[in-house]
């Protein structure tokens, strides 16, 4: 069941309200379990969702979800003030340091990383034209909520507070949410938060174009956001560690998206049994089962270090796989001619593969899911000599390769310099000289190379 709060001292989240209850067809009850500044009294329950009013700001709340019947996601309809403009947007509660603005200091309210992507979504589909949607860090409480929670609002200012356009946009979000989980699934019935795809982000400012762009272009969803300026707001160092701990807890996460050079908060993740990664990282698992990420990067060395993925890997089930060598100089020899073509055909018969120059190369070591696409591998990339050699043929475990080319040393005997002339010729064709036709095949040298198979 979906739980959404209207505060009665929110103008935007009482239009909200209103709007909820236009969209939607609502049963209208009294609950004299609790008093009516407090959740009580008046009630609108309709198919998979309740609302509930509170006379006191959002953020001041404690324990709201203890008035509603067990619900399964918590959302604030709230305002959001700031300079940016007309917006909508979402965010988790909590506090990194001192709690300025409600809630605990150091504390963290639990997210629900895979509904905050799924509002998102519905925020960017029902939004008027002129209003942008975005994600911002956490940043104030409460942070005792009692069920996953988030807060999803209309900025930045009165106008907006007041525009039923855009209360109804926020109204359609919440409601597209009912029956959206609060998590992404573990996998395989798996309630290991590893086997999930979220993460805590770390660094940045207040709005976080980063991690909105790793929600929008990728599998993965975001819960807590630390900023830097959040991170800094925790004065004292000994507390730090406890503060990142319960990031990860409260976002059913086990890896941290790292902004910016931060060593010390990486040995912090890793020191509680967590990963630091990076946005190569987290795009180039994406899609692809963690297990097998895993048992690849134990095998290979780490994403980071230049393993990539192959598009063999969305049909692999489980973790078994072979690791084996391409022959090196052919590697290296397709792809100095292409070298996009080269990782392309690498990639399209493979689990993973090793790269360098910044995952930009790909070197001989593949991972396979049948031994026999070796040598498929090495047909592909003999197809890419074809580009440079005039003839290939295979001999003795071995593809040899010939082609003409042209020779500066030969063209320099016919009395020829660098210059027009010698580029002509250097093209294959013919050029004058001292009134003396030099055809390109006189100044052609044959050359000839083998790759072990």
């Known amino acids: ?18 709007q909820l209850r236009a969209v939607a067809d609502w049963e209208q009850f009294t609950d004299e379990s609790g008093p009516d500044a407090g959740g009580g009294g008046t009630v609108y329950r309709t198919d998979g969702a309740v609302i509930r009013e509170f006379e006191e700001w959002h953020l001041h709340l404690d324990r709201p979800a203890a008035i509603f019947d067990d619900p399964d996601l918590l959302v604030f309809a709230s305002r959001h003030s700031g300079e940016t403009g007309p917006l909508l947007t979402a965010h988790h509660t909590g506090n990194f340091g001192p709690a300025d603005h409600g809630g605990e200091p150091n504390a963290l309210a639990r997210a629900c990383p895979n509904a905050h992507d799924a509002v ?10 002129r209003y942008e949607v975005g994600m911002e860090c956490t940043h104030h409480g409460p942070t005792t ?75 993965w969803s975001v819960g807590h956001i630390a900023a830097d300026w959040g991170l800094d707001a925790i004065e004292d160092d000994r507390d730090r560690p406890a503060v990142i701990e319960e990031a990860f807890q409260q976002s059913a996460a086990a890896y941290g998206l ?26 180039e698992t994406d899609g692809v089962d963690l297990d097998l990420v895993e048992a690849i990067e134990d095998e290979l060395g780490q994403i ?15 973790t078994d796989f072979e690791v084996t060598s391409l022959p090196a100089e052919l590697v290296d020899e397709a792809s100095g001619i292409d070298r996009e073509a080269a990782s392309d055909r690498i990639a399209a018969r ?29 047909d592909d990339l003999v197809e890419i000599l074809a580009e440079r050699y005039d003839e290939i043929h295979r001999k003795d475990g071995r593809i040899v390769a010939r082609t003409e080319q042209f020779d500066p040393e030969k063209a320099k005997t016919f009395g020829l310099s660098e210059g027009p002339a010698f580029g002509r010729l250097a093209s294959g064709e013919a050029v004058e000289v001292d009134g003396r036709t030099i055809p390109p095949e006189k100044v052609q040298t044959e050359r000839e190379v083998s790759f072990e198979l």
């Open 1 to 18: 069941m979906l739980g959404i709060v209207v505060s009665r001292a929110d103008s935007a989240s009482v239009h909200i309200g209103d």
């Open 120 to 129: 998102l979504d519905a925020l960017r589909e029902h939004a008027p034209e």
């Open 145 to 219: 909520v009692g069920a996953p929670s988030m807060f999803v609002e209309v900025g930045s200012a009165q106008a907006q507070w007041d525009d039923p356009e855009a209360c109804r946009a926020v109204a359609k979000a919440i409601l597209d949410l009912r029956d959206v989980s609060s998590d992404q699934p573990a996998g395989d019935g798996s309630t290991v938060d590893s086997d999930r795809r979220h993460l805590v982000g770390f660094g940045g400012g207040h709005y976080t174009p980063r991690f909105e762009r790793i929600v929008r272009e990728t599998g």
């Open 258 to 283: 790292v902004e910016g050079d931060k060593p010390r908060l990486t040995e912090i993740i890793e020191e509680y049994g967590y990963r630091a990664v990076t946005e190569t990282w987290v795009r």
């Open 304 to 318: 980071e270090e230049g393993v990539r993925f192959g598009d063999r890997v969305p049909s692999h089930e489980g």
């Open 350 to 378: 493979t689990l993973a593969f090793q790269t360098e120059e910044g995952g930009t190369r790909p070197t001989e070591t593949v991972v396979l899911a049948d031994d026999a696409e070796r040598a498929a591998i090495i």
